[in-house]
């Protein structure tokens, strides 16, 4: 069991198989108060003591008349709001009365096998034999506010799930302006914080910086997590590097506005707090409702960020993702966005399906510009009827002109907008986000619809339904490009206007939910202008998630570095475009292209008839090469080996096979250099006594084997301490694949 309650020390003892969460009780006064989390300690006892709570002035039962100084210092596990703890509230409210103190105390606890989903809510799951999960139970008897304070724990990962569900159990409406999912206090260790930020096609660069007094947060106001900043954030230890250090993790699962942040206060103690963006939230909870909050995912790592990465990849592909491709091969894909954005019709789609056949390209996905009147992106977003003016014969004759050809076919949507140029808009102008005497922004000239509104959902979900049901349909991608502005829902009344941001965002999940229930086998590609919306939330939707418009090689190596952070290789889209490519002007060969493509889902984002020979018989390579290495990418274990952010000259990193019999190394020499030694770099992850024959990647070749033997063999012990060489390459953006087996 990975829970326990030590009754004598009032001490709540969680593990992960390699990690220990404590939580003290205050008995008499009922406070919770953070104790522990770390390295895994299997006796605890006396670990109370950590609370401080008999140092002066934090003692609560005798020093009553200072009971401030006692909240203003004491590790909640959960803060309260106006009542003399002046750091970041978990919670606050405005209650019938308009006031706003909560303190939550301590009631009751429940310890049970197993972890229930959220109500509406992406979360993660398991079974009785996967997961323990703790409830507490905490009452504000003045407000007559009940909270739920979740805590699960996985035996497979080093991961602790973390949410809170509210109810009203009094007799009055009461407002949530704020509702936190986890809150954690500790001292702080020299902490330094890393967050991704970012622009459209530049998302998830990694940005560390020290924890310093005061407040630092990133947080979005855009209805998404958006490109800018992203829901996840890492305390490490100033020290602490890939493969040493404490680091701790927070990642949220959640779509919408976020906050996450430091605060580190008068004591140098350090108070995380991860939740919903309480600026414009509120919450109505009339009398017997209840409210629940996303999930938090804590994950703690004494093996420093790679340690970290590694825990929320298993924990991704394990107890999040649900798509039936979670452990299998997606099709190789070829997108004809880059490659003709609006300008198509089925007879270029048709010629790119051929060629792209012959090529080992097992599926054609037509991108945006299909329905209405979409001959730009100036219209007809919310007319989902296919344009029988570009496709001549209809979608149905064009999937089956593509199965015919031996490939599946796969389509676009954008569910969550409306041009103002639209039969929908012009018959339904209510049904954009909009507040009324104000008209709205307009961002890639479209409005957001309120799909907090049912009828909404049904309608767009009804013409999807239709087009999907009308053809062999085996993939859908599903964007979004714009952020939420002006918000205002033309149905809801003036005191739930404030729930809008939230409900949008359960809308959309409830949409994605109806969608893979009337299509259960479909493999859906979520987007959002690039990777606005790469966040867990939508991996519990979708197995991958499109990372970035940026598609050139090295721009993607910053891109990819920052994404797998977190998240697993197998979620990151990843695509080989052409050169110079449309985002940056940059010229790279083909084959770097297609390894960095390689360490992601894999496909093609290009007119694979304007090809020259040589990178055609490429693309036929660098299939077979997806064939061989997608099982080891897709499940293997991630090390990052150096990072051209850092050196600004190159970029490795590895992927081991769990059982740690074969890897593969991605190398790319970014910047060329004369005269310089061959570089050295240590690999990671390997068993050391074992040894690995050396294979490199052979894209060049006439034979039928796509792997050059080196004639090379070395210990896994030599590989991790003296290391591999690799030889300079002539010219810049130049890539090497290595893979090592056992066999
Ligand atoms: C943004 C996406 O990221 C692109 O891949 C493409 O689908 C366009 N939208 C289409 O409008």
Partial sequence: MGILYMEEEKLFKLDTPRTTYCIGLIDREGFLGHVYYGRKIENVQGASALMRVYEHPMTPETNARDRLSFLDNFPA????????????SSVRVRSALGHSAVLLTYESHEIYRGKESLAGLPATFG???????????????????????????????????????????SDQ??????????????????????????SWARERRMDRRRVSHGKH????????????????????????????????????????????????NQFDSVRVTVGIEPEDFSWKLAPGESFQTPEAILVFSGEGLGGMSRAYHDLYRKHLIRSPYRN?????????????????????????????????????????????????????????????????????????????????FGIWFEPEMVSPDSNLYREHPDWAIAVPGRTPGLARNQYVLDISRREVRECILEQ??????????KYVKWDM?????????????????????????????????????????????????????FDPGMLYYSPQIWCSDDTD??????????????????????????????????????????????????????????????????????????????????????????????????????????????????????????????RILRLQGLCGDAIYHLYEADMQGEGRSIVKDTDREYSGQLLENGGIILERLWGDFRAKLIWLTQD
């Fill in 77 to 88: 596990e959960y803060s309260a709001h106006g009542v003399g703890d002046y750091r970041e």
């Fill in 127 to 169: 079974g009785e034999n996967e997961v323990t999960t703790l409830s507490v139970t905490c009452r504000d008897r003045a407000l007559g506010l009940r909270a739920v304070l979740s805590y699960s724990v996985f035996e497979d990962t080093d991961a602790i799930a973390r949410s809170v569900r509210f109810f009203n159990d």
């Fill in 464 to 473: 999807m339904f239709a087009v999907l049901h009308s053809a062999n349909i």
């Fill in 553 to 678: 090689a090295i721009e993607r190596l910053a891109i990819q570095e920052g994404t797998a952070l977190v998240y697993p290789l197998s979620a990151m889209g990843a695509h080989v475009s052409v050169c110079p490519n449309h985002a940056v002007g940059r010229n790279t060969p083909f084959e770097t292209r297609g390894f960095v493509a390689l360490a992601g889902t894999f496909g093609y984002e290009l007119d694979v008839t304007g090809l020259s020979k040589e990178d055609k018989a490429m693309v036929g390579r660098q299939t077979a090469m997806y064939h061989k290495f997608n099982d080891l990418v897709r499940e293997g274990d991630y090390y990052r080996i150096a990072s051209y952010g850092d050196n600004h000259l190159y970029d490795c990193f590895q992927v081991v096979s769990k059982d740690k019999k074969e890897s593969l190394v991605f190398y790319v020499q970014v910047l060329g250099e004369p005269s310089r030694h061959s």
């Fill in 217 to 264: 947060a990133v947080s979005s106001l855009r209805g998404e997590p958006g490109h800018q900043e992203h829901p996840f954030l890492a305390l490490l230890e100033h020290t602490a590097t890939q493969t040493r250090g404490d680091v701790y993790g927070f990642s949220f699962v959640y779509s919408g506005n976020f906050r996450m942040q430091t605060e580190k």
């Fill in 173 to 198: 409406p009461v407002f949530l302006e704020k509702a936190m999912s986890a809150c954690l206090d500790m001292d702080d260790r020299d902490f330094d914080m890393i967050t991704l930020h970012g």
């Fill in 481 to 533: 490009n714009r952020p939420l502005s002006d918000l205002g829902s033309a149905a809801a009344e003036a005191d739930r206007q404030g729930e809008l941001y939230h409900r949008y965002v359960l809308g959309m999940y409830e949409m994605q939910e109806r969608l893979l229930a009337e299509f259960p086998e479909l493999l859906l590609e979520n987007c959002s202008g690039g990777g606005a919306r």
């Fill in 328 to 408: 299998k091969k997606r099709p190789i894909l070829i997108n004809n966005w880059e490659a003709t954005y609006f300008d198509f019709d089925e007879e270029k789609l048709l010629d790119i399906a051929r060629e792209a056949a012959g090529l080992g390209i097992e599926m054609l996905v037509m991108d945006d510009g299909w329905f209405g009147n979409r001959f730009d992106d100036n219209r007809a977003l919310g007319d989902w009827q296919v344009n029988e003016e570009k496709l001549k014969g209809g979608l149905k004759k064009l999937v089956d002109g593509v199965n015919a050809l031996g490939m599946e």
